[in-house]
């Protein structure tokens, strides 16, 4: 069983604080936050600290665990600057009802999440130039759990094809296999020219920070990290972007631009990116039907299904190879 087929934890914030004391002699105040596959809580530490600690999927590999805190310490140690959650201490194993858990710390991060932000084009470069930081300071790190066989990775064509037929209705699917199609007859003959690396691989609203300013100035949520393709990480941003956008294409394309002008890809890499947003769009929707099939009760997973559908339905209706021209000309 994965991550994503095994109920996450359900501590409460009493059990947490216990936890806090016993595991990192803190004594604190818990407050739940939301979160999906593990459980997440706010920490206000009687030392006036702030930490965020996150009780993780029973179904979790510690090696997942270990490659995120060792990835965030080599981003801070190339630039120390960008804000990312470094963990507190090390993995601490708890026991509950005969289950396992790992437990962690993390140092808590300020600033307003962007989705709380009003976007404009100035945004959306200054994120994109953010990401590309971001995968600058990433530079030259490996992991053995990084290359794996992941439902976010962008790669995974054949998983998401298995989740087709949780979607309610042939439309759906038709639509779903629209673009895996077009992804398999554009990107795969080309994968060659395409830069991997391991990506943070979220890079959403709900993950983004911003400061008083407007300014990016870090990111949290780091557990779908995996070895992908590098412009894997501005497309998926972009798939996020034009959720909510009146003119899609035209803010994407301000996201690849910030990113291109401070970590420069190739041509094919940028001609790739449109593919790889839909392909994201494709993994959402799939994802989120298959795991509402399995947790009726989770709000959290149709949190973005009605927009990300609707962008799907849109862009169907247009030339593929035209838009992502039309991309690559509004950055040149």
């Excluded at 105040?29 to 600690?53: E, T």
């Excluded at 009780?55 to 960008?82: C, F, G």
């Excluded at 799939?286 to 795991?291: K, S």
Aim: with cysteine; charged share 25%.
């Amino acid at each position: 069983m994965s991550v994503f087929q095994t109920p996450p934890p359900s501590f409460s914030n009493v059990e947490v604080e216990k936890i806090l004391l016993s595991q990192f002699n803190i004594v604190g105040n818990a407050k739940s936050l939301v979160s999906d596959r593990d459980q997440n809580f706010f920490i206000s530490a009687n030392n006036s600290q702030k930490y965020v600690l996150k009780v993780s999927n029973p179904a979790e590999d510690w090696q997942i665990l270990e490659m995120q805190n060792e990835a965030t310490l080599h981003i801070k140690s190339n630039d120390p600057d960008i804000g990312v959650p470094v963990q507190v201490g090390e993995i601490q194993t708890i026991k509950k009802d005969g289950q396992k858990y790992f437990v962690r710390l993390l140092e808590y991060l300020e600033g307003q999440f962007l989705k709380d932000q009003y976007l404009d084009d100035d945004t959306f470069e200054k994120l994109g130039r953010f990401l590309a930081r971001l995968d600058r300071a990433l530079g030259g790190f490996s992991h053995q759990a990084a290359d794996r066989k992941f439902h976010w990775d962008a790669q995974s064509v054949e998983l998401i094809r298995s989740r087709l037929q949780y979607l309610e209705n042939q439309s759906d699917q038709e639509t779903v296999s629209h673009f895996l199609d077009i992804y398999e007859s554009q990107v795969i003959p080309i994968e060659m020219h395409l830069r991997k690396m391991v990506i943070h691989n979220d890079g959403n609203d709900h993950n983004v920070l911003v400061n008083a300013d407007g300014n990016t100035t870090g990111i949290i949520d780091f557990g779908d990290m995996v070895y992908s393709y590098q412009v894997a990480e501005p497309a998926i941003c972009m798939a996020y972007v034009g959720l909510g956008s009146a003119d899609p294409i035209h803010s994407m394309g301000k996201v690849l631009k910030g990113y291109h002008e401070n970590f420069p890809l190739n041509d094919f890499e940028l001609r790739s990116a449109i593919y790889l947003m839909s392909i994201r769009l494709c993994i959402s929707v799939t994802m989120a039907a298959w795991r509402m099939k399995l947790y009726p009760e989770n709000k959290y997973l149709s949190i973005s299904q009605s927009p990300a559908w609707a962008l799907l339905r849109k862009l169907e209706k247009e030339d593929q190879e035209y838009l992502s021209s039309k991309i690559v000309v509004t950055i040149n």
